[in-house]
């Protein structure tokens, strides 16, 4: 059995699971998608947070990838909101 991964996200995680993951994230189209720069900043600040266990935000139990990729998608900790 793979430890409990704190902060980690699923490309560190699953390989698979990330591959499924960032086939969808690449297919949003670019009005919905959020640029480069914002989405690293995004996945930055959910690194920080203790909120973010396996890839998985504990507030939403969305996968914080995707949550970050998209613009209108908005972090649901009081302490991080981004």
């Given amino acids: 059995m793979k430890p409990f991964?704190?902060?980690c996200f699923l490309n560190?995680?699953?390989e698979d699971m990330y591959k499924g993951?960032?086939?969808y994230i690449s297919s949003l189209s670019e009005d919905i998608r959020t640029e480069e720069k914002e989405y690293a900043t995004r996945l930055?600040?959910?690194r920080q947070c203790d909120s973010l266990?396996?890839?998985t935000c504990v507030k939403?139990?969305?996968f914080a990838e995707?949550?970050?990729a998209k613009k209108?998608?908005?972090c649901p900790s009081e302490e991080h909101f981004w």
Wanted: aromatic residues 4%; negative net charge.
């Fill in 5 to 7: 991964c704190k902060r």
């Fill in 12 to 14: 560190e995680i699953d």
């Fill in 60 to 62: 939403c139990g969305c």
């Fill in 53 to 55: 266990m396996e890839g």
């Fill in 72 to 74: 209108n998608m908005h």
């Fill in 21 to 23: 993951i960032y086939e």
């Fill in 66 to 68: 995707v949550r970050a």
């Fill in 44 to 46: 930055s600040t959910c």
